[in-house]
């Protein structure tokens, strides 16, 4: 096995997606553009999107990975409009997109036009993330946009065995897809249910931080397997385990939760890096396999396939947002009132992803009688414009809508008033549990410790306040930047002088490698406690 096409792809991606960090367009839309070069370059690797690598390697970490980083009681709040979304629109979309490219494309049969329909109707959770952290979107439409994105792939993929097997000729009908979808997705909802307990248990009860980080990587894989393993949607399996983790991730042991949070970030940056990168890698397989289709032809289906898609999209998103309001008092009384900006952003922020490519990738290159698939790379190549297209002009013009649009920022005062009442509150308690503590002859420290604790608990408490000060006039530095960047110094002049004494072998590795820890661990408390 050739590992350099492999290295290339990670240590490119990776250095690009670096790169983007210092201009003003987003990493994804950058790496797409990138690989969408490198595909011409003589000497690069042909990199092919398997499918049986996509679907259970690649999809599973990353969907833990938004799904941890997502709030579930925020997506319970706005499980109507999510449902809706996740479910209701890629089906339709799957319906609408089909039909509309059977009318558009000569010779597609309505089966196979359908299959094409199912694999550009979801929006990518990567995609959706990436994109929406970078633009700042407001928290109610991300909520919405980030639960769409955790679920409606096992709704694709549901849709896409369907309609594949009347394609292929295995005499699907409606009750069986619709028999499909319900063990699909209740088989999946039951996994999680089933795994989250257990696998939260062995989180909260190993003590060696080695094997905590190694059952975290492998929780999305294990979900997923076993519920693939069971015919049931592993996506929906590795959605409902990591919401549950990451809800009570506050049990779990502060080191294992840093050290997963650095994990877990690296892992998540090479993934999406590399995600993006194969999404524009495929143009020149793509281009090839188009064989014997006219270019003028292909391109004038792959605009119209876009412009139904994006429309497509308008279609369902306004109606869901506003009808039920007018229908459903319950709904006007517990959900917030949606705007038509809202709507407007929700609908034109459906990005394509690498899942709808590694859908595509798996159909069949013929049917049951042997005969070749309909119009099989016309389909790899309507999907790849679909997506390159969602990407690159949606992508790009997402951030200056939203501008346009002039959405109210966050009350950054009204939060940092909200996080220093929280945190009194819990100092007030943490005082109270010392108080109690330091009374038994148990716990009986020396006055100077004594007052070390109290004086970090006080220096928490009014950190926050502090963030509200004024700006220090000669540096520029908030009280928080100051006190900050003194800690930095103070440890660092400690840090030089550890290695100082080891290069004088006054101590040796093993007890410099402690004494740096210790500091490090110092340093970040210092860092988190000022905000």
């Known amino acids: 096995m050739d590992v350099m096409p492999l290295l290339l792809l990670v240590a490119g991606s990776a250095a690009v997606a670096g790169a983007a ?18 595909s011409y370059i003589p000497g690069v690797p042909d990199y092919t999107l ?32 999510v449902a809706l979304l996740s479910v209701g629109y890629v089906l339709f979309a799957t319906v609408a997109v089909g039909w509309a490219a059977h009318l558009l494309v000569p010779g597609l049969p309505l089966t196979a036009a359908l299959v094409l329909g199912a694999v550009v109707a979801p929006p990518d959770a990567v995609a959706a993330t990436a994109v929406a952290r970078r633009v700042g979107l407001p928290s109610r439409i991300t909520t919405i946009l980030q639960g769409e994105s955790l679920l409606n792939d096992a709704t694709a993929i549901t849709a896409y065995k369907v309609a594949l097997a009347a394609a292929i000729g295995e005499g699907a009908t409606w009750s069986g897809g619709v028999e499909e979808f319900l063990i699909a997705a209740v088989g999946g ?28 990587l492998l929780i999305p894989f294990v979900a997923y397997g076993v519920a693939e393993q069971l015919h049931a949607s592993g996506v929906l399996a590795v959605v409902v385990v990591a919401l549950y983790l990451g809800h009570r991730a506050w049990e779990v042991d502060f ?45 004038g289906y792959a605009v119209a396939l876009f412009a139904v898609v994006v429309l497509t999209r308008f279609v ?22 949606p705007t038509w900006r809202g709507a407007l952003v929700t609908g034109w922020a459906g990005m394509r992803g690498v899942v709808s490519l590694a859908i595509a990738f798996s159909i069949p290159a013929t049917v049951h009688g042997g005969e070749p698939f309909p119009q099989r790379n016309l389909i790899l190549f309507l999907t790849f414009t679909t997506v390159i297209g969602t990407l690159v002009i949606q992508g790009l013009s997402l951030p200056p809508l939203i501008r346009l649009l002039k959405f109210p920022g966050r009350d950054q005062q009204a939060q ?38 109290r004086a970090v608990l006080e220096r928490r408490r009014n950190a926050v306040w502090e963030r509200l000060g004024q700006v220090n006039p000669v540096t520029g530095e908030s009280v928080d930047d100051t006190y ?11 840090r030089e002088v550890f290695v100082r004494l080891r290069d004088h072998r006054y101590i040796d590795d093993e007890m410099l490698r402690a004494l740096l820890r210790r500091l490090d661990l110092e340093e970040a408390a210092a860092y988190r406690e000022a905000g």
Do not use: C
Request: glycine residues 4%; without cysteine; hydrophobic residues 50%.
């Open 21 to 38: 960090r210092r201009t003003p367009v987003p990493a994804p839309l950058l790496l797409v553009a990138v690989g969408l070069a490198a």
């Open 484 to 494: 900050r960047r003194l800690s930095r110094e103070m440890i660092s002049a400690e």
């Open 316 to 337: 369902w998103v306004y109606p869901a947002a506003f009808v039920p309001r007018i229908l459903s008092e319950r709904v006007r009384t517990r959900e917030e009132n």
């Open 416 to 453: 940092t008033l909200a996080e220093a009442n929280a945190q009194a509150q819990a100092s007030l308690a943490a005082e109270s549990r010392l108080d109690a503590l330091l009374s038994d002859e148990r716990n009986t420290l020396p006055g100077p410790l004594a007052d070390r604790l």
């Open 50 to 81: 398997e499918p049986e690598v996509v679907l259970p390697l690649l999809l599973p970490p990353l969907l833990y990975t938004s799904a941890t980083d997502s709030s579930y009681l925020d997506l319970r709040a706005q499980v109507r409009p």
């Open 255 to 299: 080191a294992t939760r840093l050290q997963e949070e650095a994990v877990w970030k690296m892992v998540a940056f090479i993934l999406e890096s590399a995600v993006f990168a194969l999404i524009g890698l495929q143009l020149h397989g793509v281009l090839k396999g188009l064989g014997a289709y006219e270019a003028a032809a292909a391109a």
């Open 189 to 216: 909802v039951g996994v999680g249910l089933v795994l989250m307990a257990p696998l939260h248990w062995l989180r909260t009860h190993l003590k060696e931080p080695l094997l905590q980080n190694t059952l975290s």
